[in-house]
């Protein structure tokens, strides 16, 4: 019997993905670019095993078995790793082996805090471990099809996923912007406003997005590829105050499409706006960006505070949310050496 474990990271987008230009290669319409956080604090670990015995391939999900054989994002990245398996010759395990993964993630799935993300690199990379192939734009390219954003979660450090322009997906694939040594001192602090399940999934929203907003194709061919090239300057420059206003700005951008969707998807809520507030009005108090904000499809907050800011901010959000949050420290970090 094989068997190899793996943890993957979460990434947190600063570019949002949202929307779909092939919904079943999951091919999206805008390019994103996120940060990938420490591994050892938020993320999935997952443990694969085949051997000749097994009668079918069977997966557990925070210890619930899952359906495998009929869920098509997950045949689709085992075919897709077994597949480049045989172009690399690198056949360690027989591809006729059925296989049994166990996976969980350390924080609330569907929280909005980017769980499938984790998961699905997790899953493709672990697979990508037992076979013997190495990661690589062809592997991100795999991990897309499981779930968009988990593309991203393969590189460490500032990642962008280019959306492509091939019908069969090919150059939809996620490249390193930076490594996670670039901006070492760059922080997240996440702010935990609820960790239900969020009303609407992100691949429902998005597609619903795609059908209904009047604005989505405006933010998808005009905003994004001008914000794309602006934030990634930011990042090589190491400009914090352009890289938060454009992240601050994306964020509100995309919460805008999705209330424009009809009908509307409202993932903020309350508090979350009231983050936004503190936000803008500590930044005023303190003379200049020194956090900015961004909300996923879910009504938790990113922070992003450079490090020598950390202490100052956490005790502005202590002063100002007494009871109403749960703030963590994550760290700016890339993929975790697998562990056998
Ligand atoms: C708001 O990657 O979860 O987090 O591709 O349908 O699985 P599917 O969607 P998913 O969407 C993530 C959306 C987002 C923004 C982002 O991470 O870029």
Redesign the pocket.
């Not at 779930?147 to 988990?150: H, I, Q």
């Given at each position: 019997m094989h068997t190899v474990t793996c943890i993957a990271p979460v990434?947190i987008?600063l570019i949002?993905?949202?929307g779909?230009r092939n919904e079943e290669l999951?091919l999206p319409i805008n390019d994103?670019i996120?940060m990938t956080l420490n591994a050892n604090e938020m993320c999935a670990k997952t443990t694969i095993s085949s051997w000749e015995t097994f009668k079918a391939n069977r997966m557990w999900l925070n210890g619930e078995e899952v359906t495998f054989e009929e869920n098509a994002r997950l045949m689709r990245c085992l075919d897709g790793v077994r597949r480049l398996a045989v172009a690399n010759g690198a056949l360690k395990v027989p591809l006729n082996w059925k296989v049994h993964i166990a996976s969980r993630n350390n924080f609330p799935t569907a929280a909005?805090l980017?769980s499938?993300?984790a998961g699905y690199a997790c899953l493709v990379y672990t697979l990508a471990r037992l076979y013997g192939i190495p990661i690589n734009e062809e592997l991100t390219a795999v991990a897309r099809q499981g779930?968009?954003?988990?593309c991203r979660s393969l590189y460490g450090g500032f990642v962008r996923w280019h959306s492509g322009v091939l019908d069969d997906g090919s150059d939809s694939v996620a490249k390193q912007v930076v490594s996670p040594d670039h901006w070492p001192n760059m922080h997240i602090l996440i702010l935990v406003v609820n960790d239900a399940r969020k009303k609407t999934p992100?691949?429902k929203g998005?597609q619903r997005a795609v059908t209904t907003s009047a604005l989505i194709q405006h933010r998808a061919k005009v905003v994004v590829p001008r914000r794309t090239e602006e934030l990634t300057e930011a990042i090589q420059l190491r400009d914090f105050n352009s890289f938060a206003e454009i992240t601050m700005k994306d964020s509100n951008q995309?919460h805008a499409i999705a209330l424009d969707t009809y009908p509307p998807c409202v993932y903020m809520n309350d508090v979350s706006h009231s983050i936004v507030n503190f936000v803008h009005a500590y930044n005023e108090a303190v003379g200049s960006l020194q956090a900015a904000y961004t909300f996923?499809?879910g009504p938790n907050a990113c922070l992003y505070v450079l490090e020598e800011n950390v202490p100052q901010l956490l005790a502005a959000i202590q002063l100002a949310f007494p009871n109403d949050l749960v703030p963590s420290v994550e760290y700016l970090r890339g993929i975790q050496v697998p562990n056998f």
């Open positions: 990434n987008a949002k993905y949202w779909k999951i994103s996120s909005g980017a499938s993300a779930s968009g954003s988990a992100s691949t998005m995309f996923d499809a």
